[in-house]
């Protein structure tokens, strides 16, 4: 499974940006999708996810501003971001939960995406 992220850049606080992240290969069952980030110095935390149901999950310093959504039909998973704070300046990565099973055991897989800048200038 490889997922392939876009739509990073710099962009003035209080403006906005659309990230958006398409898996491909072996993508059968999808569990979840959806977005971390990592700031300089910090740990990777949840942004935003969303899952096959559509239950959406987001951080606390982005509700309101952010809006995780997905295409199951072909397997994306995009985040619009409006009213950038320079705050959410971080690498952003996209991330897929997929379950396989063999019998009658299920197990489930992580997989990321290489990241994508975000830079929101003051």
């Known amino acids: 499974v490889q997922l392939q992220a876009s739509g990073g850049g710099l962009v003035q606080a209080g403006g906005s940006l659309r990230l958006s992240c398409a898996a491909s290969?072996?993508?059968?069952?999808?569990?979840?999708m959806g977005w971390y980030r990592q700031a300089p110095g910090k740990e990777r935390e949840l942004v935003a996810t969303?899952?096959?149901?559509?239950?959406?999950n987001y951080a606390d310093s982005v509700k309101g501003r952010f809006t995780v959504s997905r295409d199951s039909a072909k397997n994306t998973v995009d985040l619009q971001m409006n009213s950038l704070k320079p705050e959410d300046t971080a690498v952003y990565y996209c991330?897929?939960?997929?379950?396989?099973?063999?019998?009658?055991?299920?197990?489930?897989?992580?997989?990321w995406g290489q990241g994508t800048l975000v830079t929101v200038s003051s």
């Open positions: 991330h897929t939960n997929i379950w396989t099973h063999k019998g009658w055991t299920r197990y489930y897989h992580d997989y």
């Open positions: 290969g072996s993508v059968f069952n999808i569990n979840v």
């Open positions: 969303i899952t096959s149901g559509g239950s959406t």
